[in-house]
């Protein structure tokens, strides 16, 4: 049975880790790795999985597989951390899929942006609105790319009695700030930028952070949650110069790259992370040997 709003909300104080969809060589899902995935991650500690989320490659699967993986991840999670469901694209599309993610037990929708560019704000209320009130379990807006918040939208949101969250993905901490200034804590605020911003985000007033490294570092983020949450922030930032950003670096060398080193990680690590499916571009042979002398550096290869 699928938590309330009010019962999620405590639960989304950590590491909320985001898992990545495997596919095969032939561009299908593996469905047997994400949940043996899905598996390791519960097991590692962490306090939510979200299913078919950015780093879940949402935008690149059918409605059908994304449904599924929502049955997946509850499945494999089975009840023991929340389950929260990623849906987006158009409006009438999103809320089927925010329904789906309800029949499946999900405990939660975060709705990703839109597909338009830039809106004003009645438009993104209409839109964000109306997903989450298409069902009952909660729901929190994600700000990334030309998803940009006011304060004035983001207190409207929080006036629906299921939106319990706002995760933040734009790295403007002056915006964040303004936003959570004027909103208080009706809001669980979630840092969404990358678990290298982690320290930013926290010393103004984050809560929990989404996190894509807790695919293959899982001890690592809740050693930075742990850190970050006391404000015990030298810590936080000797654990992202050894452990994060060597691997971010590499990350940022091509766009889309979030998904792709990810991934790759994962794979030379010995799990099974899989292929990127387009747009995103696969690794190329430069940077996946430095990825491997990264982990050979912090001596998880040999």
């Known amino acids: 049975m699928s938590l309330s709003p009010s019962e ?3 639960r989304l104080r950590g590491v909320l880790a985001f898992p990545v969809t495997p596919f095969n060589d032939d561009l299908s899902l593996n469905e047997k790795a994400f949940q043996e995935h899905v598996e390791y991650l519960v097991n590692s500690g962490l306090h939510a999985i979200v299913a078919a989320g950015g780093t879940g490659e949402l935008y690149s699967m059918t409605p059908s597989e994304i449904s599924r993986v929502y049955r997946l991840a509850v499945e494999a999670t089975n009840g023991r951390v929340p389950v929260i469901a990623g849906v987006g694209y158009n409006t009438a599309l999103a809320i089927e899929l925010a329904k789906d993610a309800e029949k499946a037990g999900a405990d939660a929708i975060l709705i990703l942006p839109h597909y338009y ?3 004003e704000d009645d438009g993104m209320l209409a839109y964000y609105a109306s997903i989450a009130q298409s069902v009952t379990i909660a729901a929190f807006p994600y ?3 030309a998803a940009v918040f006011s304060p004035k939208l983001v207190a409207r949101l929080a006036e629906l009695p299921n939106v319990v969250a706002f995760k933040d993905g734009q790295a403007d901490l ?6 959570r200034d004027y909103v208080g804590d009706r809001l669980v605020w979630l840092s969404g930028v990358g678990d290298d911003m982690v320290n930013s985000y926290f010393a103004a007033g984050a809560e929990g952070f989404t996190s894509s490294a807790a695919n293959f570092m899982p001890d690592v983020t809740l050693k930075l949650f742990a850190a970050a949450k006391a404000g015990r922030f030298e810590e936080v930032n000797r654990l992202l110069a050894k452990y994060i950003q060597p691997i971010f670096n590499v990350r940022s060398r091509r766009r889309g790259y979030e998904v792709t080193t990810t991934k790759e990680v994962m794979n030379l690590l010995g799990r099974i ?6 747009p995103l571009a ?3 042979a430069e940077d996946r040997q430095a990825l491997r002398d990264v ?3 912090m001596r998880l290869l040999t």
Do not use: M, S
């Open 8 to 10: 999620l909300r405590p």
């Open 117 to 119: 560019g830039r809106a």
């Open 143 to 145: 700000a990334r790319d």
């Open 174 to 179: 002056r915006a964040w700030t303004r936003i």
């Open 273 to 278: 992370g899989g292929r990127v499916r387009p």
């Open 282 to 284: 696969e690794i190329t």
């Open 295 to 297: 982990l050979v550096g």
